[in-house]
Structures are given as structure tokens and as C-alpha cells.
């Protein structure tokens, strides 16, 4: 009877050990919660205002290949992208998502003159 009881204890720790795996792994791979939630991937400045940050890291990758940045100046990209998580003279972020130690960004450096000069995705 004893045994039949540490079988059962011996499994649901295992099973509990898999769940934890599996809750930070897909906390730490912005990437996974595509499989768990509807993900826009075509960039309209509608499914940007509607998105979650996680969703915001595929609709990126299609803005930063759709939109020139030699078309495009700071107030072009909060007009596209709304207002920046964080906004200084030379640089445009959005946060795109939360990584297990840090965040996906979008960011946008900037000229004196207020135009992009670079465009891209990084962690940070």
C-alpha cells in the first residue's frame, strides 16, 4: 500500500516539475504565445492599437518591412505606432514584449533633425 502511494507521489511530482518547465518556457520565448492567442501579423496602425506587446513582435518585423525609414520621422512613427514606451531626443522604443530576463524592442534612432536613421529589433 505504501508503495502504491510513492508511485503516485513519484508521478505528480514529475507532471508538477513539467507544468513549471513549460509555464517559463513560455514566458521566457515571446515567440510561443502566437500558439495560445490570435496574433495579427500584418501591420495596420488598427491591429497595433488593438495588440498586446507579444503580438506587437510580429507586427514589427512586417512594419520595419513595409515602411521605408528614409520616408519616415518621428512624428510619422508616433502617428503610425502611437506614443513610445520610451521617448528621448535621439531615440524612438516600443516594447514588443518581456522576455524571462529582459524586454523584445522596437526602436527607432534619431537625427538632430528629428528623421529615422535606423530602424530595428532587439533585446535589451
Known sequence: MIK?????????????FLFVL?????????YWSGYFEEVYKDFSVENW????????????EDFLEKYSIDNLDRQEVVKLLGKPTHDS???????????LADYMLLSFELSNEGNIIKAYIHES
Not at 513549460?22 to 515571446?30: E, G, R
Not at 506587446?53 to 514589427?60: D, G, S
Not at 531626443?89 to 522576455?99: E, G, P, S
Request: aromatic share 20%.
Open 4 to 16: 502504491h502511494y510513492f508511485k503516485w507521489l513519484d508521478w505528480s511530482v514529475a507532471v508538477g
Open 22 to 30: 513549460l509555464f517559463f518556457a513560455y514566458i521566457s520565448n515571446p
Open 49 to 60: 492599437s488593438k495588440a498586446n506587446e507579444h503580438q506587437r513582435l510580429y507586427m514589427a
Open 89 to 99: 531626443k535621439d531615440r524612438l522604443d516600443y516594447v514588443l514584449a518581456l522576455t
